[in-house]
Nanobody, 118 residues
Framework: QVQLVESGGGLVQAGGSLRLSCTASTRTFGNYDMGWFRQALGKEREFVSSITWRGAYTNYADSVKDRFTISGDNAKNMLYLQMNSLKPEDTAVYYC???????????WGQGTQVTVSS
């Protein structure tokens, strides 16, 4: 069982930046693919970004490409999402996820709210 805890959300003006963090409670953090998803009010959860430690491969949704950067620290069991040039449409609850198989997310955090004001 892996527990994921997100932090770093908040209220920011359009054009601003936030960095989300996710702490994972596992001794095998490096075995997992890690990802960020978000869910806006009244909408379905959507993929934001992911990283595979084995190949250090990163992937981004088109809507956040060139604005968001995913990274992590295996030694600290930490995952990050640096969000720059934020837009009101980025407003959502952001979730951290972990999975052992490509495209299959087994564990989820409780989410952290990001609100971008115009």
């Amino acid at each position: 069982q892996v527990q994921l805890v997100e932090s770093g959300g908040g209220l920011v003006q359009a054009g601003g930046s936030l960095r989300l963090s996710c702490t994972a409670s596992t001794r095998t953090f490096g075995n997992y693919d890690m990802g960020w998803f978000r869910q806006a009010l009244g909408k379905e959860r959507e993929f934001v970004s992911s990283i595979t430690w084995r190949g250090a491969y990163t992937n981004y949704a088109d809507s956040v490409k060139d604005r968001f950067t995913i990274s992590g620290d295996n030694a600290k069991n930490m995952l990050y999402l640096q969000m720059n040039s934020l837009k009101p449409e980025d407003t959502a609850v952001y979730y951290c996820a972990a999975g052992l198989l490509v495209g299959k997310w087994d564990y989820w955090g409780q989410g952290t709210q990001v609100t971008v004001s115009s």
